[in-house]
């Protein structure tokens, strides 16, 4: 399993920065103007458009990764992703709770396999690799309580589907989820120590809070349980982007 623990002792392990940018070029730029930086996430953005070859880049540089690529789909389709995935390297991999029991059990066995059979991506033939950890996403934090009840129908309070659908990830073998700050304390309580709360909403208290609307800063999101913070903006879009990184980290401290 790769090396993740709910509790990293350094500050700046804790922290995952967003490779939020549409090229490969400008996503090297990112990463070697903040070099301090060990755990970056590739979103659908950036591998649609530079493929997997973005993640031989970060590797090359001694880099952790967070491949966000929230995957939803049937079973059979969601593990021959998932082997796919599995063979990179990676460190975390998303996938949706609500693709159901069956999708995630089926997640959580391909990525093993993937692993033992990786290829790079040439598609050569590598030794294995560790597998990735999968983390579920919840509910995306863009769907409010309003929008879960209306539009999607769902007929439980926002907190506790969120509940559900951790239990859901939990009893399927993953190994975490990704949720809002605000909703770590109680997963911390029901799901355990060693569950992984990886928290994006994450904004320090003289960062811009853009369209994130339901915020903790990094302080308050330590103290509620997360495991990771992924902050993208306050860093990179900070004027100086390595002292806004350093304040982080001496934050939560
Ligand atoms: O710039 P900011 O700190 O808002 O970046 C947060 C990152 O976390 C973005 O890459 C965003 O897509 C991602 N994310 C999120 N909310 C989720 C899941 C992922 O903001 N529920």
């Given at each position: 399993?790769?090396?993740?623990?709910?509790?990293?002792?350094?500050?700046?392990?804790?922290i995952?920065?967003?490779?939020?940018?549409?090229?490969?070029?400008?996503?090297?730029?990112?990463?070697?103007?903040?070099?301090?930086?060990?755990?970056?996430?590739?979103?659908l953005?950036?591998?649609?458009?530079?493929?997997?070859?973005?993640?031989?880049?970060?590797?090359?540089?001694?880099?952790?990764?967070?491949?966000?690529?929230?995957f939803?789909?049937?079973?059979?389709?969601?593990?021959?992703?998932?082997?796919?995935?599995?063979?990179?390297?990676?460190?975390?991999l998303?996938?949706?709770?609500p693709?159901?029991?069956?999708?995630?059990?089926?997640?959580?066995?391909?990525?093993?396999?993937?692993?033992?059979?990786?290829?790079?991506?040439?598609g050569?033939?590598?030794a294995?690799?560790?597998?990735?950890?999968?983390?579920?996403?919840?509910?995306?934090?863009?769907?409010q309580?309003?929008?879960?009840?209306?539009?999607?129908?769902?007929?439980?309070?926002?907190?506790?589907?969120?509940?559900?659908?951790?239990?859901?990830?939990?009893?399927?073998?993953?190994?975490?989820?990704?949720?809002?700050?605000?909703e770590?304390?109680?997963?911390r309580?029901?799901?355990?120590?060693?569950?992984?709360?990886?928290?994006?909403?994450?904004?320090?208290?003289?960062?811009?809070?853009g369209?994130?609307?339901?915020?903790?800063?990094?302080?308050?999101?330590?103290?509620?349980?997360?495991?990771?913070?992924?902050?993208?903006?306050?860093?990179?879009?900070?004027?100086?982007?390595?002292?806004?990184?350093q304040?982080?980290?001496?934050?939560?401290?």
């Amino acid at each position: 399993m790769a090396d993740l623990t709910p509790t990293p002792v350094n500050p700046a392990d804790r922290i995952i920065v967003p490779l939020d940018v549409p090229s490969r070029e400008a996503a090297i730029a990112l990463m070697d103007a903040l070099p301090q930086v060990g755990f970056w996430k590739v979103g659908l953005e950036l591998f649609v458009s530079a493929g997997p070859s973005i993640l031989t880049a970060l590797k090359e540089r001694g880099k952790r990764i967070f491949l966000d690529l929230k995957f939803h789909d049937i079973p059979n389709t969601m593990a021959g992703a998932c082997r796919a995935a599995g063979g990179y390297g990676v460190d975390l991999l998303t996938v949706h709770a609500p693709a159901g029991k069956a999708a995630l059990m089926a997640a959580q066995a391909a990525v093993l396999e993937g692993a033992m059979a990786s290829r790079d991506p040439a598609g050569t033939t590598t030794a294995p690799v560790s597998p990735p950890q999968i983390i579920a996403v919840t509910l995306l934090t863009s769907i409010q309580a309003r929008a879960l009840a209306f539009d999607l129908k769902v007929p439980l309070e926002l907190p506790d589907y969120v509940l559900q659908m951790a239990l859901l990830a939990q009893d399927a073998g993953l190994a975490g989820v990704v949720c809002s700050p605000q909703e770590a304390a109680p997963l911390r309580l029901t799901c355990g120590d060693d569950f992984l709360l990886v928290c994006p909403g994450v904004r320090p208290h003289w960062a811009a809070k853009g369209d994130q609307s339901r915020v903790l800063t990094p302080q308050q999101a330590i103290a509620a349980g997360a495991s990771y913070l992924v902050i993208g903006r306050p860093i990179t879009q900070a004027a100086d982007p390595e002292i806004a990184f350093q304040r982080i980290c001496d934050e939560i401290g």
